[in-house]
Structure formats: C-alpha cells, structure tokens
C-alpha cells in the first residue's frame, strides 16, 4: 500500500469520488466544502456545533417513533450525536464559515461525521446513510437557521444575562457605597450642578438591566424555530407530527424556551429574530461604551485628569514610562462594543439577503451573533470582577469639584434671578473666587435678597442632588 493510500480513502458522492483523509469522519460532501472554501481559517462556533447534534439526535428519536428509521439505526445516531454535542468530535468540523449560504455544507458535515460513528457503533461501517438516514425528514434550509436560534437562545439565556445581571449587581453595589459622595455633574463635558457618584453608578446598574429587559423581549422570536419546514417550509417529506415532536425533543433535551414557528415561511424566508437579537447586543454594547467610557475619564489622572475614582491597578501600562497604569479593562471592553457593533452591521446585511423562501447568508449571520454574545459574556464579568468591584472614590478631591463648579449657583435663581447668578458666575470665574465669596461681596445678603442661612442651603451640594 502506497502512503498516498495510507493517508486517503476514497469516499463518493452524487458528484462522483472524493479523496478523504483516512483519519476523517466526515466524507465526500465535507471534504468538497473544505477544498471549495479555504477563505477564513474560521470555523462553527462550538455552540452551533451542539445545536446542530442536539437536533441531529431528536430527529433520529422522533423518525424511529414514527416508523421513519430503524430503531436500531437511530439509536446509534443518538449515541454518535450526544458525543458530538459534547464537543468529542469537533476536530471532525473543518468547513470554513464562508460558505454555501445555506449552511448546506456544516449540515452535511454533521450528518457524515454522525452517519460514520453511528456505523461504527453498529459494527456496520457505511450502513448509516447521511442523507437517507440522519438526515431523514429534515433540510439543511430548516436545520441550519434552527441550530443557529437554538445556539443563540442558549448562549443568551445560559451566559450572556447571567453576566449582565452579575456586572448589574455589582454596579448596584457601589451605586450604595457611593450614595453619599458628592461630585460636579457634568453636561458637554462642561460643569454642571451636583449629582452623587451613587446617582451615577445607579444609571449605569439601570443601563445594564435594561439590556437584559432588552434580550427577554427578543427571546421567543430567538426561541421559534422552523424545523419541520424542510426544503422550503411546507414541510415536504416529513412525517404527520415531526416539526412538533423534534421541537419539543429538543426542548426537553437543552431547557430552552424552544417553539415550533408560528409561521414556516417567514421562518426560513427570513432571520428577523435574528437580526433583532443582533440589534439588541448593539444596545448592550453601547451601554457597556458609555459606561466604560465614564470610568476612564473619572478615573483620568492621577495628577493631570479628573481623578475622581480610582480604577484596579491591573499590570504596568507603558514599557518606556515607568509606574504608568492604564484603564486595560474599560480599553478592553471598549473594543468588544466595537466589534459587537460591527457585527451588528454585519447581520443586518446578511440578514437582508433573504430571496424568496430562503435566507442565503446564514453561517455569517451565525458567526457574528455567537460571537457577539460571547465577547459581551465574557466583557461583563470582566468588568464587573476586575474593575467595577474595586472601583474606590476620591472623596474630597470630588466634592472639592462640586463645591468649585459654577453651577452651583443655579439655586439662587429664585433668590437673585437668572441674569444675577449669570453676573455672579462671571464674576467667580474671572476672580478666581468661590460663588459665596462673590455673592456676599457684591451686597445680595447686605440688600436682603437672602439670608446667610438661606445661602447656605443653596449652596449645599450635596442637598443640590436630591428634588
């Protein structure tokens, strides 16, 4: 035997034979799909790899039940699948994302790797048919958008807000801690009247929770799934009972919130859940801008910034300024937004491309919505554990900004008028001098417009941040 030989086998599809690698489970079609698309390097998320088995084994069960497939034969594919979606076999899933937009590729890969350890397990190689067998009642064009829902489904429900609400908790917990500590707020990143870092950090605990109110609004779009559609949704060549059955299979076998589509072609002419869901982790990510934004710039310093906060200490921040830290985490999730935002963009437009009774940008659409989700997962816990929970206030140095802002003039409106509090301002600001110095030299108090105490209580800052 040659060492070519030793390294290949020989494997046939409808087109003809294929060369395999003799170590491959997949067969024909996946090896074509690997040679026809060498683009990216990029290959399924391994979440989608577990929904595409997850669906592969509720099918085989439902099909045995309905007298579709051997009892023997389906129960093979289970076994083969439920290794599949432990993640035993992923070496076995080589196709590129970019590729057939239907995902028609990765749903062959998944019925050649199932059909070869199926055989194998029945100590029949070749007797399990990926097509014919597991891939019975069921097409790449309801396979593929359904694996894709249920990855998302779960990735959102299991990891995205849990870590949402666990970067919520602990924004909530220095919104408490900080309750008392007084700061200028700021509008146009000018001085504005008094708000407490509490009031701030409370803004960003809504943002976050929000998000999350964001994501359950979306589910039972992300949850409906048009398996049981087969080629082009009217369910061609599936059993009376089959979309129902292998949904609620699957929804039984993962926890998830699963439905069958109220409406099979919408569910496979187009991927508006999708694109909502997409369009929701663009919300979160400019929330989590927004706030990481605000901590570098309050954490700005420490002698030429705001310095209001003190962010972790993480690692050195230069490798030619010596003691330098920056804001690594905040950088960090900046960046996710980013990409989170790109991506969003990216899945508007695939999710467009929908012809007639098919969506035919679906692997993209999958990558970056998997994606997404699991940078922003990973980006909140990150930024909860080790940034937000060791966030400390410098407390004088932001009450010292309070009390020297202009803006807090704006009380004595009622006493002295707009226009007045203007002068007094312009006054402060060109003397260098405090809003209660220039008020009790230019005679208000002297004139009777308010009293001492009455200055006083206007002047109050931190009375300023409360109706």
């Known amino acids: 035997m040659s060492d070519d030989q030793r390294e290949y086998r020989i494997e046939h599809d409808s087109m003809g034979e294929v060369r395999v690698p003799a170590h491959a489970k997949w067969r024909a079609q996946t090896q074509r799909a690997v040679e026809n698309f060498p683009i990216s390097g990029q290959r399924l998320e391994r979440a989608h790899i577990e929904a595409l088995a997850r669906i592969k084994a509720a099918a085989a069960k439902v099909n045995a039940e309905l007298g579709v497939l051997d009892e023997g034969v389906a129960a093979a594919i289970q076994e083969a699948a439920a290794e599949v979606a432990e993640g035993r076999w992923d070496d076995h899933f080589p196709v590129d994302v970019f590729q057939t937009g239907s995902g028609t590729s990765s749903n062959m890969n998944t019925n050649e790797v199932l059909a070869t350890l199926a055989g194998e397990r029945l100590g029949r190689p070749g007797a399990v048919h990926p097509n014919d ?54 509008t146009h990143l000018m001085d504005a009247t008094p708000v407490t870092l509490g009031q701030e950090f409370a803004g960003y605990a809504a943002q976050v929770r929000y ?50 589509a109220r409406d099979h072609f919408e569910a496979q002419g187009a991927r ?33 910034g705001l310095a209001e906060i003190n962010l972790p200490d993480l690692q050195p921040g230069s490798s030619i300024m010596p003691g330098k830290v920056n804001p690594v985490i905040p950088e960090a999730v900046l960046m996710v937004a980013a990409q989170v935002t790109g991506n969003d963009a990216t899945v508007a437009a695939a999710g467009a491309a929908g012809n007639f009774e ?8 999958a990558k970056n919505l998997l994606e997404s989700i699991r940078l922003l997962a990973n980006a909140a816990r990150l930024l909860a ?30 006493y002295i008028g707009y226009e007045e509090a203007a002068k007094v301002v312009k006054k402060s600001l060109a ?10 030299a230019s005679g208000y108090v002297e004139r009777g417009d308010l009293t001492l105490q009455q200055l006083d209580e206007a002047l109050d800052v931190l009375r300023m941040t409360r109706p």
Not at 159 to 178: I, N, Q, T
Not at 358 to 365: A, D, F, G, K, R
Request: charged share 20%; aromatic share 2%.
């Open 133 to 186: 067998h597991v891939n019975a009642s069921q097409s790449s064009n309801d396979v593929f958008p359904s694996s894709i829902h249920i990855a998302a489904t779960a990735a959102v429900t299991r990891d995205l807000v849990p870590a949402l609400e666990h970067l919520a908790a602990a924004l909530g917990r220095k919104s408490a801690e900080f309750a008392e500590v007084v700061k200028s707020g700021r």
């Open 211 to 260: 998000g999350v109110e964001r994501l359950h609004a979306s589910l039972p779009r992300l949850a409906e799934l048009p398996l049981g559609g087969t080629a082009v949704g009217t369910g061609i060549n599936t059993p009376p009972g089959f979309s129902a059955a292998v949904i609620a299979e699957v929804a039984a076998a993962t926890g998830l919130p699963l439905t069958e």
């Open 272 to 304: 508006d859940g999708l694109v909502e869901t997409s369009g929701q982790l663009r919300t979160i990510a400019v929330s989590l801008t927004k706030i990481s934004n605000d901590l570098r710039w309050m954490a700005s310093g420490p002698r030429t």
């Open 358 to 365: 098919l969506n035919v940008m679906l692997p993209v659409i």
């Open 385 to 414: 554990d080790r940034t937000v929970d060791g966030i400390t206030a410098n407390v004088e140095r932001a009450r010292e900004y309070a009390e020297s802002s202009p803006s807090v003039v704006t009380p004595l409106n009622k």
């Open 431 to 440: 003397e260098r001098r405090t809003i209660r110095e220039v008020v009790i």
